[in-house]
């Protein structure tokens, strides 16, 4: 038994050849330029169709090295290790050991390649930059303008409910947002998620949503339409006070799963729930302006009086169900010639 090569008799043949013959003939192979897509507005690395956020370069390129190599039919496994070594800004040489593994045995064959770092835009950044949307959310106010603390809310909804599905889906963002008429306007990259937020932000307030469309172009033989959420809010918000059948309310809660507002009437301290349909019909007389602080004169199990807080006369009320005192004064409300209670366990 020899090696056809060389004519050695080794103890063992390895396809008629010795070990050393055998392990002459096999090696591998890496392209000498190999490329990584990154995009030069958020840094993104292109990985197939895909655009990978906030990516580790080093185990990007490392992949793009294994995906490269080449290696003869018979070897059964490699293994490799690599030194990288910047040569500039956009070029990075890596040196490699490759460990080829066949019929038991092993070759070390070094290999040098250089990566491309070739700078492009992801389609979301392109989108942005293109100002490209396919929804608007609006929320208006039902007179007058939110308030900078709605304002608030929402901007901080809409940051927080894109920030989660990005997590999952990179081309949902929010193209631009400004203020209009009172209100906010959200122009949005993805519809599914806009139509889904629009529900949200209206639960949140209280608020109702109309829904309209606009031809926008075709693709693929189909008609392309850009939507618009506006969601309108009510006219008043949590802690407000309101009239309802000529009875005195306070608002005690908005943006329940049902939908329906949850209303204190002051005069009993009873909750009374309708429904978000009839909400428009309140009417908003006033905020935390209307709360007085009164003096308590004396106090019975169902009677209290006190101090008028503008002209101190002495004024007999009717306590709210469950109400007790817990000091000298009490909070009052004071709308045209009515006085009531705000039971204190329904002001947090």
């Known amino acids: 038994m020899f090696c056809v090569e060389c004519g050695k008799e080794p103890e063992e043949l390895y396809n008629g050849l010795c070990d050393e013959c055998f392990l002459e003939e096999i090696d591998a192979d890496i392209p000498d ?4 897509e990154i995009c030069a507005s958020c840094g993104s690395v292109k990985e197939g169709q895909r655009w990978i956020e906030n990516p580790d370069l080093y185990s990007i ?3 793009r090295i294994d995906d490269s190599i080449k290696t003869d039919q018979k070897i059964d496994s490699y293994s490799f290790s690599t030194e990288f070594i910047e040569q500039d800004l956009n070029n990075i040489q890596a040196d490699i050991d490759i460990e080829l593994v066949t019929q038991g045995l092993k070759k070390t064959v070094n290999k040098s390649t250089v990566i491309r770092l070739k700078k492009g835009q992801c389609q979301t950044c392109s989108r942005i930059h293109g100002n490209y949307y396919e929804a608007i959310i609006q929320i208006r106010p039902t007179k007058d303008k939110m308030t900078e603390e709605q304002k608030e809310i929402v901007r901080k909804k809409v940051e927080k409910e894109v920030s989660v599905k990005r ?5 949902i963002f929010v193209t631009a947002h400004e203020e209009r008429h009172g209100g906010l306007d959200f122009f949005m990259s993805d519809n599914g998620g806009s139509k889904k937020l629009s529900k949200n932000i209206a639960q949140r307030f209280g608020g109702h949503i109309t829904i309209s469309s606009k031809l926008a172009g075709r693709k693929d033989g189909r008609d392309i339409y850009k939507m618009t959420y506006s969601v309108r809010l009510p006219p008043y918000e949590k802690g407000d006070f309101v009239l309802f059948d000529d009875i005195i309310y306070q608002v005690k809660e908005i943006g329940t799963s049902s939908g329906n507002i949850v209303l204190i009437e002051l005069r009993t301290g009873k909750k009374n ?5 009839d909400s428009y019909s309140l009417e908003v007389i006033g905020g935390s302006e209307l709360v007085k ?3 308590i004169v004396s106090e019975t199990e169902k009677e ?3 101090l008028d807080p503008d002209d101190y006369q002495t004024k007999t009320l009717l306590k709210p169900e469950g109400y007790r005192s817990t000091g000298d004064n009490v909070l009052v409300l004071k709308y045209d010639d009515r006085i009531l209670i705000l039971p ?3 002001l947090d």
């Open 33 to 36: 330029k190999l490329e990584v």
């Open 273 to 277: 729930v309708i429904d978000k349909r």
């Open 167 to 171: 997590g999952d889906e990179r081309n």
């Open 293 to 295: 602080e009164s003096v």
């Open 344 to 346: 204190e366990k329904e």
């Open 304 to 306: 209290i009086k006190i």
């Open 61 to 63: 390129m490392l992949e």
